[in-house]
Nanobody, 124 residues
């Protein structure tokens, strides 16, 4: 089970930190990703952090603005979002994929086994 929190409304240039609490699976053995979906658009990968290596991957649109991190002791994954833009407005989803993820695979939604219900981020 994945439960996201931390979404909300913020002005452009502001920051938000999303959190995702995981349960009922071996968290440390799963790569964790954040995806987002805006109205009328496909779901897209935002960032991911691999199992075991903790390598991180980012979409070009958020690189240098967003930071993904994980706490295996607490079964939590976070997404710190800085310098937010109106284009970042979307529903944000936490997802878990069994095993490692890599630079050329992390953004494939089909690789992810579990999904949260999402948290809305609105930037005006």
């Amino acid at each position: 089970q994945l439960v996201e929190s931390g979404g909300g409304s913020v002005q452009a240039g502001g920051s938000l930190r999303l959190s995702c609490a995981a349960s009922r699976f071996t968290f440390s053995a799963y790569s964790m990703g954040w995806f987002r979906q805006a109205p009328g658009k496909d779901r897209e990968g935002v960032a991911a952090i691999s199992a075991f290596s903790s390598d991180t991957y980012y979409a070009d649109s958020v690189k240098d603005r967003f930071v993904i991190s994980r706490d295996n002791a607490e079964n939590m994954v976070y997404l710190l979002m800085n310098s937010l833009k109106p284009d970042d407005t979307a529903m944000y989803y936490c997802a878990a994929a069994r095993g490692r993820q890599y630079r050329n695979t992390w953004y494939f939604t089909g690789d992810y086994n579990y999904w949260g219900q999402g948290t809305q981020v609105t930037v005006s």
